[in-house]
């Protein structure tokens, strides 16, 4: 009887399949080998191996993304450096030093030492601002044209629009001192008074927390969300291609806001200023629209002017925005 051509025997079988077959097999006990042996490899095989830490973090970054998780990562370090010395292991590929002339040496440009890929998770990625670029070539550049808006020269000129600002922080607060409403909470009225004077130097215009009382359009609120974010996601930066950068996620708009996919009041404002400001060319020359105020905003505009292949609009944007 001929054979079934559909069929055949395990003598018949490839070398490819039989090895498949096994290795299906015994998946259950190769997986968690292979990771041990993965763990082993960061914890004994690293240049970092001789600095002392504790067991979990030489082997994954699921410890320092723990604690960043607990808002107590500050606090963790401390302890940390209490037990183990001025040097200690605190991730696969990352150790904490607490000598203040380490820091001055890591901190310095041209030293060797580059920022990491967790700077990478806060936004806008495309357009990094002074906080978040990483190229130490072209962060020199920015921060060429962004110190200008912070010298003290332009801080005493908008010192009396911010001057603005603290009469009417100080007639809310007055007013709470003469009522009998009870309680304050004076952490939420300083939030206030930042952002309005951040308002103020950055756009020319307050955002109205002081004024309404309230955060506006949850507007802080999704700051310190993103922020919240960007410090957990940060210390495992693939996993914001999973979250924030996932397309997925803009076809739920409840998701959107917590994710940084929609515009908040912020952001919108920054992207209104701009717009109402173009031409940039007229609008830093025509006597009709220019004034002798000289916010944030503007002074990034004149600095894209003067050399737009070296800092764009999007760098404009960036770092006014950034500023908040």
């Not at 010192?159 to 922080?169: K, L, M, N, R, V």
């Not at 309680?183 to 130097?201: M, P, T």
């Not at 020319?204 to 949850?218: I, K, P, T």
């Not at 979250?243 to 515009?263: E, Y």
Request: with cysteine.
């Amino acid at each position: 009887m001929a054979k079934n051509p559909t069929t055949m025997t395990s003598h018949e079988q490839s070398p490819t399949r039989i090895l498949l077959s096994v290795l299906y097999s015994y998946l259950p006990i190769i997986a968690p080998v292979l990771l041990v042996l993965h763990y082993l490899r960061r914890r004994y095989a690293s240049p970092l191996s001789r600095f002392p830490g504790p067991f979990l973090a030489s082997c994954t970054r699921l410890y320092k993304t723990r604690s960043v998780a607990s808002g107590r990562t500050h606090l963790h370090m401390v302890e940390l450096h209490e037990k183990y010395g001025p040097v200690v292991r605190i991730g696969p590929d990352e150790i904490s030093l607490s000598s203040p002339e380490a820091a001055r040496q890591l901190l310095s440009a041209g030293k060797g030492f580059h920022k990491t890929r967790f700077y990478g998770v806060f936004p806008p990625p495309e357009n990094p601002d002074i906080f978040t670029e990483t190229r130490e070539a072209v962060h020199a550049q920015k921060k060429r044209v962004a110190n200008v808006p912070y010298s003290m020269s332009a801080m005493q000129q908008l010192a009396p629009f911010i001057d603005d600002t603290i009469e009417i922080f100080m007639e809310k607060m007055n007013g709470f001192a003469t009522s009998t409403a009870g309680k304050v909470d004076l952490g939420d009225w300083l939030h206030y008074f930042a952002f309005d004077v951040l308002g103020e130097v950055a756009f020319s215009r307050s955002f109205g927390f002081l004024e309404q009382g309230v955060d506006v359009e949850r507007a802080i609120r999704t700051i310190d969300d993103s922020q919240w974010y960007n410090g957990i996601v940060g210390q495992i930066p693939e996993l914001d291609f999973i979250f924030r950068r996932n397309p997925i996620w803009s076809l739920v708009p409840s998701l959107g806001v917590i994710l940084g996919t929609k515009l908040p009041l912020i952001t919108r404002m920054a992207l209104a200023e701009m717009d109402k400001r173009r031409p940039f060319e007229k609008h830093a020359k025509d006597p009709a629209v220019k004034t002798d105020r000289k916010d944030l905003l503007q002074s990034l505009i004149e600095g894209h002017l003067k050399t737009p292949d070296k800092f764009g609009e999007g760098d404009v944007f960036a770092v006014a925005h950034g500023a908040m």
